[in-house]
């Protein structure tokens, strides 16, 4: 159960607190410090959302940067070893046209 007599006086002192009026503005005081100090911070945590999500797209970008980055070097080592297949196929049909141009041309010194 509670003291009915230290409820009486706990009021009692409450009212006395709330009848000084520096009391008054002072809590007044204090609740707008408080409210000015929650839209601070709710801006910051905004502002800090906000580069969060800047810094999240940006880095989605570099990452689709890297990846066809990626994939032009893969075609490009592709287009290296289809160029290289080529060269060795124009090699070796200009070795088969001299050696058959020496054969035509030793064929023509002997007549």
């Given at each position: 159960?509670?003291?009915?007599?230290k409820l009486i006086?706990?009021?009692d002192d409450l009212v006395e607190v709330l009848k000084d009026k520096r009391d008054i503005n002072n809590l007044t005081q204090c609740f707008q410090h408080f409210n000015d100090?929650?839209?601070?911070?709710n801006a910051?945590?905004?502002?800090?959302?906000?580069?969060?999500?800047e810094y999240e797209e940006k880095i989605e970008a570099c990452k689709k940067k890297t990846e066809q980055?990626?994939?032009e070097v893969a075609n490009g080592a592709e287009?290296?070893?289809i160029c290289r297949k080529n060269t060795k196929k124009s090699l070796k049909k200009n070795v088969?046209?001299?050696r058959s141009?020496?054969?035509?041309?030793?064929?023509?010194?002997?007549i």
């Open positions: 159960m509670i003291d009915v007599e006086s706990y009021n100090l929650r839209s601070h911070c910051d945590s905004n502002e800090v959302h906000r580069l969060l999500r980055a990626n994939l287009m290296e070893s088969d046209l001299k141009l020496d054969k035509y041309m030793t064929f023509d010194i002997y």
